[in-house]
């Protein structure tokens, strides 16, 4: 492209336009679970944390937004993943499950937030500390992919409680990234049922279980927490009696909207 | 005692991040990550901090600490009614 003089500069384009993606790949992650590759047209980049509203237009003009967090790396570009589980009685969740396949258009808006984020390059020796429970868990793989990625050896742990080992979302890559070597690690808690021979927690999380596993990084560690609004309640609270900064403390919490 | 219904409501308070598209369209500019005072008990919170009330016609945005309302938000069809009226001031960086 050839710019004339004097002509204006290309416009960066707008995080807050609506867009319409396509989908280009949908992978199952659990029974309840997929994860959906959106290829979006002048995506403007986004940061690890950051999601996407999503909107459905019926034929007579009805629409619903739900938010959706952003499972992929800044790194991929426009290749955006999102993972969504399917919630029963939902509006939104059950037609992506069921309904969307590939090739299928939907309108996105996005990049949003700037407050539950997580920049590797603002922060790359730092201890990082992530919770999550269930879904909770979509923007903290966001932040863990922009770290191995980059090639970051920091500290980091997630914490990440489901209620049974089918149900927890990316496992084997999670395994991969923390048999990497690269100083991250899992700490799975399972509250519901657990696998014969399971050696991990079993019960849902708690001040007692937060401290043990945040005790290797100290109490300067940055901490990112996403779950149901129960969960997220009891880890923050957890760590800021733990003596954390609030200012190192971030939450998210998701709910029924989100279905 | 806390009732049944008590609980779901509970379970449906989201945070102000929930918000962000529509304050950012609203706004033009990221809104989660501004700090804003409580009015009623001089906190400082950002707003993707606050809780989010979202199952009503609009959206009620609470104090994580005194939980007074901070911020209302009503859309229509022509436009996005925002009451801030429970924020002693909202702080934007200049960009």
Known sequence: MTLAAGSAPPTRPSPIAWRIASVTEIRDETPTVKSFTLAVPDWPGHRAGQHVDLRLTAQDGYSVERSYSIASE??????????????EGGEVSPFLDQVVIVGDRLEVRGPIGGYFVWESSTTPTEALFLVGGGSGVVPLMAMLRHRARNGLRNPARLLLSARHAE?????????????????????????????????GYSRRIDDRMVAEVLEPLGSRARCFVCGPTALVEVAADALARLGLPA???????FGPTGT | ??????????????????????????????????????????????????????????????????????????????SVLVDASGAAWLRMDRR
């Open chain 1, 74 to 87: 800044p790194e991929r570009g426009s290749d955006v993943e999102l993972t969504v589980e399917r919630i």
């Open chain 1, 167 to 199: 149900d927890v979302i990316y496992r084997s890559e999670l395994e991969a990234l923390a048999a990497a070597g690269d100083g991250f690690e899992l700490v799975l808690t399972l509250t519901r049922s657990t696998p014969q021979g399971w050696t």
């Open chain 2, 1 to 78: 005692m806390a009732t049944r219904v008590d609980d779901e409501i509970e379970d449906a308070v989201l945070d102000g991040n929930a918000v962000g598209g529509l304050l950012a369209s609203s706004f033009g500019a990221d809104m989660t990550a501004i700090p804003g005072r409580c009015a009623h008990c001089n906190t400082v919170s950002m707003i993707g901090q606050l809780r989010a009330y979202t199952r009503a016609p609009g959206t009620v945005l609470r104090c994580p600490v005194c939980a007074e309302v901070v911020v209302r938000i009503v859309e229509t069809p022509t």
């Open chain 1, 247 to 253: 200012d190192r403390i971030r939450t998210e919490r």
